[in-house]
């Protein structure tokens, strides 16, 4: 980290090798109304006023820079650090721990086969991404470490890859995950954009290896959701010599497809871009589970390999008026699966919908007035979700109080609606994405969720519950945020 | 609200007149990618927003030489010789830009602008300045045009805040 950062005093001096760029994103968004200064719970109704503080700090060395008339080699390090925490802003208070190296990789250009670019190190690619869910559906290579070329003719760009996702998805259980992926990108004229792409990835099967995917034989799938499975076992088996049941090997894969269609450059629509993905999850690994003093881990490889995401989104970006009014317009689809799971609620099984759709105006050319809607729905197709009223029941089965119940709540729908507005400098001239911007916002949220954003409430029906419950469905926030690649 | 957007529209700042006299002027912008070794056209809405931000400055835009045949010469001081040429001898601005792509970053594409302006006129030593101006694009398909395009408002305030340093010696 000092390293870099003592690199990055480098690239002050416009000849040196040393580039750096990055991306921040500070503000205050003090709650009067007892949450933690987000307006919603996710994206799903906008990026704005609904993420938190991000910075990035993004860094290359030309170790041999490209020529400009030349084919030369050249060769690149690229790092970047980030973090979700700036200090005073939030409650990790810009602590280092909150930031990691999230980049690194080589690049070589004009090395064996002139136009190809090769990179070993980290290997993300994104086609784009909806800028106001801030939701990139074509990448690939986002976990993956290992090599990849990039071969670019005229309006072809066409990545290859292969590598190693087992430290992204296992972390301190690692396992080797090898992965493979390609995208292709066509650009038709100067006014569509085609893309494909995907990856697959394999877990390594090795028997005695700790880590690798295993099962434990006979789980009954409502008594893992539980943590009931060792006392199920002894249930049928009371005596302790019967040993609990080894785990055995079993397979775990993952990956996705996406689609990518761009167009524009068409009177007032500068560009629309339709995304859609398909993804199967990768398993999860073993969890441990404790019953009168016995403890094991319960590998549950099969019973979390059937989980899909199907995500389909658009944005169009209109220049209504150019140099004064700026439309930017987005919808979202997603539906979640999970084969192994008709029981109970989860993110893994549910549906959502959402429109976003800002109008920015320009009223001097850096001075802007931006206003911001936002409908969202979210089903959960496994039965209630959502708490209602702060007296709501919690644990229960098709809503009616139970305590082994295993829905939640008393409805399986949100509804949120939002709606934002302000005053925006931009320094760089107007535009919906011209940065960097300083924001002085209004935000309002309606949900029929009881306070649907993060907070602190004590949601107990206890009697002894010595702060009380709060019902409110309308949020009000004011915000003051800057935001800025550079 | 149509108050404070009246109020807030009397707030733009200005950059204040120049007064120096009015005097012809040629400008020409090349562009080069480093990484695919290639001169690509560059977008003439740069040069339109250099030209357009002399001219707020009381110069007159003269016709001078033609970009292709700039960037076809191999040094800067033979680029220099042959703008000058081309206007016989007048005050002239030689925009020489290349650009290259970052890894994209949180959903936008950043570009690195690397300029090397040259204000000139016969008789007098050249003024070179050199800066590089960062770009974020919305687009994976957006290329080295789009990047200086983008900063044609960044360039043309250096291009002019150039001039006028060189035409303050003359």
């Known amino acids: 980290m000092t390293a870099l950062l003592a690199l990055t005093l480098l690239a002050g001096t416009a000849d040196a090798g040393a580039r750096v760029g990055g991306y921040v994103r500070v503000m205050a968004r003090p709650d009067l109304q007892g949450g933690e200064g987000r307006l919603g719970y996710w994206n799903l109704t906008g990026r704005l006023m609904n993420e938190g503080p991000y910075a990035a700090l993004d860094f290359d060395y030309d170790v041999l820079a490209p020529e400009v008339d030349m084919l030369t080699p050249w060769t690149t390090v690229h790092m970047r650090i980030e973090g979700g925490s700036v200090g005073g802003a939030d409650p990790g208070n810009g602590r280092l721990d909150n930031f990691r190296l999230s980049q690194l990789n080589v690049t070589a250009g004009n090395v064996l086969i002139n136009g190809v670019t090769w990179k070993v190190g980290t290997l993300e690619e994104s086609m784009g991404d909806l800028g106001l869910y801030d939701m990139r559906l074509a990448t690939v290579f986002s976990n993956t470490v290992g090599m990849s070329g990039r071969a670019q003719w005229n309006n072809v760009d066409w990545v290859l890859g292969v590598g190693d996702a087992g430290y992204s998805i296992r972390g301190d259980r690692y396992n080797p995950i090898i992965t493979a992926g390609s995208t292709l990108r066509v650009g038709l004229g100067e006014h569509a954009q085609v893309g494909l792409g995907g990856q697959w990835s394999t877990e390594a099967v090795v028997q005695g290896h700790i880590y690798a995917p295993y099962n434990t034989p006979n789980v009954n799938y409502e008594d893992w959701l539980r943590g009931e499975v060792i006392q199920s076992y002894r249930a049928d088996n009371p005596i302790m010599a019967d040993r609990f049941p080894d785990p055995e090997l079993g397979k775990a894969s993952s990956g996705h497809l996406f689609g990518y269609l761009g167009f524009g450059k068409l009177g007032p629509l500068k560009w629309n871009s339709s995304y859609i993905r398909l993804e199967k999850r990768h398993p999860d690994g073993p969890s441990e589970q404790t019953w009168a003093d016995e403890t094991h881990a319960i590998h549950a490889t099969a019973l979390t390999d059937e989980r899909t995401v199907l995500t389909i989104g658009n944005e169009a970006l209109f220049d209504a008026i150019p140099e004064r009014l700026h439309i930017a317009w987005g919808l979202l689809y997603g539906r979640h699966k999970d084969g192994d799971n008709d029981m109970m609620p989860s993110e893994h099984d549910r549906w959502y919908a959402s429109s976003v759709l800002r109008i920015q105006t320009a009223i001097t050319p850096t001075l802007a007035w931006l206003m911001e809607t936002a409908i969202a729905k979210e089903v959960s197709t496994n039965g209630n979700f959502v708490r209602e009223h702060k007296d709501s029941i919690f644990a229960n089965t098709d809503g009616v109080s139970d305590s082994r119940g295993l829905e939640f709540g008393d409805a399986d729908t949100r509804t949120t609606w939002q709606g934002k507005a302000g005053f925006v400098f931009n320094p760089l001239g107007p535009g919906i994405y011209s940065r960097p911007s300083l924001r002085l916002l209004y935000g309002v949220q309606r949900s029929n969720e009881n306070n649907a954003f993060s907070n602190q409430f004590i949601t107990s029906l206890d009697q002894y519950n010595a702060f009380g419950t709060v019902e409110q469905h309308w949020h009000h926030m004011l915000a003051l945020e800057a935001e800025a690649w550079f | ?170």
């Open chain 2, 1 to 170: 609200m149509v108050l404070i957007s009246m109020m807030m529209a009397c707030l733009h700042a200005n950059r204040p007149p120049t007064n120096l006299p009015a005097a012809p002027i040629s400008t020409v912008v090349t562009l080069a990618a480093p990484e695919s070794a290639e001169a690509i056209p560059a977008p003439s809405s740069v040069r339109s927003a250099i030209n357009s931000a002399l001219t707020a400055q009381g110069l007159n835009i003269i016709e001078g030489a033609q970009a292709a045949d700039i960037q076809a010469l191999g040094t800067p001081s033979g680029r220099i010789a042959a703008v000058l040429l081309a206007s016989e001898g007048k005050l002239s601005v030689l925009v020489d830009a290349s650009a290259r792509p970052r890894t994209e970053i949180s959903g936008r594409y950043p570009w690195q602008i690397d300029l090397t302006i040259t204000v000139a006129e016969e008789g007098r030593n050249p003024l070179t300045d050199t800066v590089r101006i960062p770009v974020s694009l919305s687009y994976i398909h957006e290329g080295e045009g789009d990047a200086l395009a983008a900063a044609a408002m960044r360039i043309a305030r250096r291009t002019t805040l150039l001039v006028e340093r060189f035409r303050k010696d003359s």
